[in-house]
């Protein structure tokens, strides 16, 4: 191999590995609740997310550390970035006023549009291990929560029917699920 082909690869590489490293950052910065509350539209829902379970407002002090953990697929790399891609291109032309913007307190009972179940079992692996296993298998949950997850949800999902992990586990049903008192916040907004 010439000495310049092996230069220009190696530059290349070099080049390759920059440009990835800067899209990674750039995807993990862009999740983040600080971006998201950037702009005007999204603070009251970063804002009501400090509330939590899921912001850190539990015994354990977990916390999802980007709107992306919930609000974005994750079955595949690509599918998540082509969703993040045309999800952020829809908010910032609904930020600069070029298409209309989403209605969240119209939409607040809509949850199966904007978060996804692969982003629940991403986390909530024991509930996702229950697909294949017997209840009394999964090490780390209670007997009544595996019995609970395989009945209402892999059971119902195997035959045919369709179920959401949100259909039970929202702040309607649970309080400070997810985003405590953002209907009143976004009433107050207006």
Known sequence: MKKTTLGALIVGAVIGLGISYIAAVMVDKTGQPNFCASCHTMKPMVDSFKFSVHGGNNPYGFAAHHCTDCHLPHNSLIGYL???GISGTRDALAEFGIIKKVD???NFYEMDDYVYDSACLHCHKGIEE???KNVGEVVG?????????KEFYWDKKENGEKVSC???????????FAHP?????LDSSN
């Open 130 to 132: 229950l697909k294949d």
């Open 141 to 149: 949950l209670s007997q009544n929560i595996q019995k609970i997850h």
């Open 104 to 106: 969240f307190k119209e």
């Open 181 to 185: 008192n953002l209907l009143e916040s």
């Open 166 to 176: 949100v259909k039970c586990h929202n702040d309607n049903v649970m309080s400070n």
């Open 82 to 84: 082509v969703a993040k």
